[in-house]
C-alpha cells in the first residue's frame, strides 16, 4: 500500500490525526531493551504506551474521533463502552475537548483500580456486563434512548487513525526495522500501526498477538472475515479478550504478516520479564508482545519494536501474576 492509496483508513488521515490530537497526547519513549536484546537475540526497543495520558494508547483514538464531532454532536454528548482502557481515554478527551457529556459502560471485569480512576473524570459511570458486548449492548441502548454519539473502541475510522499515530512515531524515530509486535484486541490499534509501517516500509514484518482463548484476529485472517462479536474463554488480558473488528479487518488482513498466540503462563512471564528487565509496570495485556517474543513465538531476526501497550494493573491482579495469594 502506498501513502496515497485509497482504504478506509490511510496514511494521510494518520497524518491528520497526529496534527489533530497534539495538544493533548505525549509522544512516548521507545527505549532499547539491553537485557531483553541479550535475552533474545534481537535488537528489542519498547514503545511504552504505558507512560502515555490515562496509562495506555487508547486516548490516541479517542481524542481524534472526539475532536472530529461538531457542535452539535458534542451538545448531544458522547457515550462509550470498554473492557477499561477506552473508558478512560474518552474520559480524558472529553474532559481535554470540552465534552460535558459522558456517559461510560465498563463491564464488570474491569480492573477495580481503573474503575476507581474513572471517578477522577466527570463522566457518568456504568459497570455492566461480565465481557464487551454485553457492556456494549448496554452503551447502544442508552445511544437509541439519548441520541449520544458512540465512540467506539475499535470499529471506527477515527478511532484507528488516532491510534496509528503511534506508528507514526516508531517509523520516526527508530531506522532499519525488522518487524514490530502489537498486541490485538478489537483491532483499532493493529490497523492503524498497520497502515503508517506498511505505507512507508513493506518489507517491516508485522506481528499481532492474541490470548490463547481468545484467537479472534487469527481466526478472523485465516477465514477472510472479521469474527465480532467472538466468544472466548477467561485470561488476565480482559482487555485483549472479544471480537476483531470489521473496519480494522478491512483495513489491516493484508497488512498483518503473523498473528500469535500466548498462554496464560506466557502473559504472566511478559509482566516478570519487563519489570525484571526494564522496570516498567504493565497490565497483562500490554506485556502481550513481549510475552511473544520471550515465549519463541516472533521468528523474526533483527531489530524489533514491541508495543507495551498499557500499564493499567491493580495490586490484586499484579499478585496473581507473579503468583502471590492476594492480601
Same mark, same amino acid.
Given at each position: =500500500? ?15 490525526? +497526529? ?28 514503545? *511504552? ?13 479517542? *481524542? ?9 454532536? +458534542? ?18 478527551? @472529553? ?14 471485569? !474491569? ?11 466527570? #463522566? &457518568? *459511570? ?15 441502548? &442508552? =445511544?437509541?434512548?439519548?441520541? /449520544? ?8 475510522? #477515527? ?6 499515530? @503511534? ?23 493493529? !490497523? ?99 510475552? /511473544? ?6 521468528? @523474526? ?27
Amino acid at each position: =500500500m502506498t501513502p496515497h492509496e485509497q482504504a478506509p483508513v490511510s496514511y494521510r488521515d494518520l497524518l491528520a490525526a +497526529r496534527e489533530r490530537i497534539a495538544p493533548h497526547v505525549r509522544r512516548t519513549p521507545l527505549k532499547r531493551s539491553h537485557l531483553l536484546s541479550q535475552a533474545t537475540g534481537r535488537d528489542v526497543w519498547l514503545k *511504552l504506551e504505558t507512560l502515555q495520558h490515562t496509562g495506555s494508547f487508547k486516548v490516541r483514538g479517542a *481524542l481524534n474521533r472526539i475532536s472530529t464531532l461538531t457542535r452539535a454532536e +458534542r451538545a448531544r454528548g458522547v457515550v462509550a463502552a470498554s473492557a477499561g482502557n477506552h473508558a478512560l481515554g474518552v474520559a480524558y478527551a @472529553c474532559q481535554a475537548l470540552g465534552v460535558d457529556k459522558v456517559d461510560l459502560f465498563v463491564q464488570a471485569t !474491569a480492573a477495580v483500580s481503573t474503575l476507581k480512576r474513572l471517578g477522577e473524570y466527570a #463522566a &457518568h *459511570l456504568h459497570v455492566v456486563g461480565a465481557n464487551f458486548e454485553e457492556a456494549q449492548q448496554a452503551a447502544l441502548q &442508552h =445511544m437509541r434512548q439519548t441520541d /449520544a454519539v458512540y465512540v467506539h473502541a475499535y470499529d471506527d475510522p #477515527a478511532v484507528i487513525a488516532g491510534q496509528g499515530t @503511534c506508528g507514526l512515531e516508531i517509523i520516526e524515530d527508530i531506522d532499519d526495522l525488522a518487524g514490530v509486535v502489537v498486541p490485538v484486541s478489537g483491532g483499532g490499534l493493529v !490497523a492503524g500501526i498497520a497502515v503508517a509501517i506498511k505505507s512507508l516500509h513493506p518489507e517491516v514484518r508485522l506481528f499481532g498477538v492474541n490470548p490463547e482463548v481468545s484467537p479472534s484476529a487469527l481466526l478472523s485472517l485465516q477465514r477472510g472475515a472479521a469474527l465480532d462479536p467472538f466468544e472466548h474463554g477467561p485470561t488476565m488480558a480482559v482487555p485483549l479478550a472479544g471480537g476483531f473488528g470489521k473496519i480494522p479487518f478491512a483495513v489491516a488482513s493484508r497488512l498483518i504478516d503473523e498473528v500469535v498466540l500466548v498462554s496464560e503462563e506466557d502473559l504472566g512471564r511478559g509482566v516478570a520479564t519487563l519489570i525484571d528487565t526494564d522496570q516498567i509496570l504493565a497490565e497483562p495485556a500490554g506485556a502481550a508482545g513481549v510475552a /511473544a517474543l520471550v515465549s519463541g513465538k516472533i521468528d @523474526c531476526p533483527g531489530r524489533l519494536a514491541v508495543i507495551v501497550s498499557g500499564q493499567n494493573v491493580g495490586s490484586a491482579m499484579l499478585r496473581t501474576v507473579l503468583g502471590s495469594p492476594p492480601a
